[in-house]
């Protein structure tokens, strides 16, 4: 049964950087495609990035695009999530997710979910 354990989420300023680890057991991360969701309070969840089963293929959503970077490590076992010049409304809980494809961006195309871990910027 593959398990999916966020980490890295706290409170930063905005302009600030975090950078985000799922711990994934039960599965090896280089065989499969992921992706990171976000939801913020009062709002559908809704895409961040994905990476390839390749680790050779990204893609993000329109509001990271150029400041979020997404990655793997075999080595550890974990996807990771690199957040840069921080906003407010990057505020959220933060989940990592096994896609059913690489193109998956909704929740019927995600196998399994991490519980999350939140992230606050703070103007």
């Known amino acids: 049964q593959v398990q999916l354990v966020e980490s890295g989420g706290g409170l930063v300023q905005a302009g600030g950087s975090l950078r985000l680890s799922c711990a994934v057991t039960g599965r090896t991360v280089s065989l499969t495609p992921w992706a990171w969701f976000r939801q913020a309070p009062g709002k559908e969840r809704e895409f961040v990035a994905a990476?390839?089963?390749?680790?050779?293929?990204?893609d993000y959503g329109e509001s990271v695009k150029g400041r979020f970077t997404i990655s793997r490590d075999d080595a550890e076992n974990t996807v990771n999530l690199q957040m840069s010049s921080l906003k407010p409304e990057d505020t959220g809980v933060y989940f990592c997710a096994l896609l059913k494809r690489f193109w998956g961006r909704h929740d019927d195309e995600v196998t399994s979910w991490g519980r999350g871990t939140q992230v606050t910027v703070s103007s």
């Open positions: 990476l390839s089963w390749g680790g050779d293929n990204a």
